[in-house]
């Protein structure tokens, strides 16, 4: 069982940073690949980022690329998601999630363990 909070969102103009982290308990963590996903009004959840067990592989939506920097550190049960150069379309709530692993891991359906969220919300 892992249960997530994410921490680190707000209000930030556009061309702006965030960095959003994802603390996690249960002491398999670092067995996990993580992901981001957001959701913005009226949209489905999106896919944005997802980082592997050790770390050593990342993956990103086309629309980050570039521009955001997914990493985790396990000695501190935490994922971390660095956002620079941000944009008003980048406004959403922000969820980290967790699964074992799979090739799938831009789709929502294949992880099973979700934290509340965060918003962002970038104004221009």
């Known amino acids: 069982q892992v249960q997530l909070v994410e921490f680190g969102g707000g209000l930030v103009q556009a061309g702006g940073s965030l960095r959003l982290s994802c603390a996690a308990s249960g002491r398999t963590f670092s067995s996990y690949m993580v992901g981001w996903f957001r959701q913005a009004p009226g949209k489905e959840r999106a896919f944005v980022a997802a980082i592997s067990w050790s770390g050593g592989n990342t993956y990103y939506a086309d629309s980050v690329k570039g521009r955001f920097t997914i990493s985790r550190d396990n000695a501190k049960n935490t994922v971390y998601l660095q956002m620079n150069s941000l944009k008003p379309e980048d406004t959403a709530a922000y969820y980290c999630?967790?699964?074992?692993?799979?090739?799938?891991?831009?789709?929502?359906?294949?992880?099973?363990?979700w934290g509340q969220g965060t918003q962002v919300t970038v104004s221009s």
């Open positions: 999630a967790a699964t074992y692993g799979s090739p799938l891991y831009t789709r929502a359906e294949t992880y099973n363990y």
